[in-house]
């Protein structure tokens, strides 16, 4: 059962820009996360962390995607989005959005994946 929805991915050439969003759905629609981020996996590489943004707006970035990307995060939706501006092929992936509930045992949620392909 998809739980978090996403949007926004695509081909774009190399230089261009493109805007991921995600909202939670079902049953977790109304759920009060302590984070929400978003994940990439690259063909034949592990998922890695891209960025996330807590409840309290504070940001955490992948040291590749630092100044280039940035997450923002509406609460009273519940939704989160990343900007991509100055795409490099290396960012192709798929892009998964998360989902944190709790701090000492925490519940993921993720999403299903939008696919991301920067190319000429």
């Known amino acids: 059962q998809v739980q978090l929805v996403e949007s926004g991915g695509g081909l774009v050439q190399p230089g261009g820009s493109l805007r991921l969003s995600c909202a939670p759905s079902?049953?977790?629609?109304?759920?009060?996360?302590?984070?929400m981020g978003w994940y990439r996996q690259a063909p034949g590489k592990e998922r890695e962390l891209v960025a996330t943004?807590?409840?309290?707006?504070?940001?955490t970035y992948a040291d590749s995607v630092k100044g280039r990307f940035t997450i923002s995060r509406d609460n009273a939706k519940n939704t989160v989005n990343l900007q991509m501006n100055s795409l490099k092929p290396d960012d192709t992936a798929v892009y998964y959005c998360?989902?944190?509930?709790?701090?000492?045992?925490?519940?993921?949620?993720w999403g299903q994946g939008t696919q991301v392909t920067v190319s000429s």
């Open positions: 079902g049953s977790i629609f109304s759920i009060n996360f302590n984070s």
């Open positions: 943004i807590a409840t309290g707006g504070i940001t």
């Open positions: 998360n989902a944190r509930k709790g701090l000492l045992n925490p519940t993921f949620y």
